[in-house]
């Protein structure tokens, strides 16, 4: 099992190295050079809506930076050296942690963005709409491409780049499909065999380490997860883990190991190719809405919901499934829009 978690890692890091040499390049935002800021694993971010965005230690909960900020946030990655934070949604922002100040902003000037993806390498924001999905530069905020070819009356969701960083998909809640398209805006594929898809803060779709496949989750309280192939969008495989909605789904870093959650309080961490369990979260009375690994497969971070509570994070132990601490200092907090952990520079 460890000899194959290794090898699945090896393949992503080629994978990711081959796609930023390809037009997604490993470099610093303004010309920096990669000189990591933290070790893969170390910090990650989360960010609420209208009110601000913070780091933190992931061993710890100790908060290292925050920034308070009237936008409203809908998704934040870190840049391949972890220095700086590039956040997306209707404003868009480069944050540079060391300096602490902004040296990028700029207006989407698109109408109902729900969610936004950065790209693996850091230097494109991905913002689709109810009328177009558009590409920015992360560097000059300038709008680098739009896709026109949109049918849809709610906001397109769950956008995420493959790990190469060549490809993206998002999903459509008014026709229940995923699409992928390459960075050009090109079609590339429909998957057309689905259940319902979430139109809510919810992560119901993931490409695997090597991008080759995509999880995704019903969201018609059929608790069926699907894998595919993300060429050719045949559905590969059929899992049966919950009897409720499902809120999210993420592959391991290794790619061999999967989590998903689920309207029910229950989470669960497993191997795809087995099927079988490795261990259950006792989520309480709430939701994991957000689920994902840290590099080194130990830990997960999850973005938790309650009714009745705060949004907070809990970090959990993959092996055990024992929570390790949450963060639960967020009462100024209407909601937590997403949470990402820093993974490392692509390819090393």
């Known amino acids: 099992m460890k000899r194959v978690k290794v090898i699945g890692l090896v393949l992503f890091l080629m994978v990711v190295l081959i796609g930023c040499g390809n037009g997604d390049d490993v470099v ?3 010309g920096d050079d990669i000189d990591p800021m933290f070790e893969p694993g170390e910090v990650a971010v989360s960010d609420g809506p209208g009110v601000g965005t913070i780091v933190w230690d992931i061993e710890t909960g100790e908060v290292l930076y925050e920034r308070e900020t009237h936008i409203s946030r809908t998704g934040t990655e870190f840049s391949p050296c972890g220095s700086k934070i590039i956040g997306g949604g209707s404003e868009m922002e480069v944050w540079d942690l060391e300096k602490d100040e902004i040296i990028m902003e700029s207006s989407a000037d698109e109408i109902r963005i729900r969610y936004s993806a950065v790209s693996p390498c850091g230097n494109i924001i991905l913002t689709p709409s109810n009328e177009r999905i558009s590409m920015w530069d992360s560097e000059t905020g300038e709008k680098i491409r739009a896709i026109e070819d ?6 397109l969701g769950d956008p995420e780049f493959s790990p190469s960083g060549d490809r993206f998909m998002v999903s459509n809640v008014d026709f229940d499909r995923i699409t992928v398209w390459d960075r050009t805006g090109e079609k590339l594929v429909e998957f057309e065999e689905h259940g319902a898809l979430a139109d809510t803060r919810t992560n119901t779709v993931a490409f695997s380490p090597c991008g080759e496949k995509i999880m995704s989750a019903d969201y018609d309280g059929s608790g069926k ?3 595919w192939d993300s060429e050719t969008g045949e559905v590969l495989r059929k899992f049966d883990y919950h009897s409720e909605v499902l809120r999210a ?8 190991v999967a989590a998903s959650s689920c309207r029910d309080s ?6 795809i190719e087995s099927k079988e369990t490795i261990s259950s979260f006792d989520i309480g009375q709430g939701e994991l809405l957000e689920m994902e690994f840290t590099p080194c497969q130990e830990k997960i971070v999850s973005l938790y919901s309650g009714s009745e509570d705060p949004d907070r994070i809990k970090v959990w132990e993959v092996e055990t499934g024992n929570l390790l601490y949450e963060i639960d200092d967020f009462e100024r907090y209407a909601e937590i829009h997403g949470i990402s952990v820093y993974q490392g520079v692509p390819g090393e």
């Open 28 to 30: 610093g935002l303004n």
């Open 150 to 155: 949109v049918t849809t009356t709610q906001p």
């Open 225 to 227: 997860i699907r894998l």
């Open 249 to 256: 789904v993420e592959f391991s870093p290794c790619g061999e």
């Open 266 to 271: 229950l989470a669960k961490v497993w191997e």
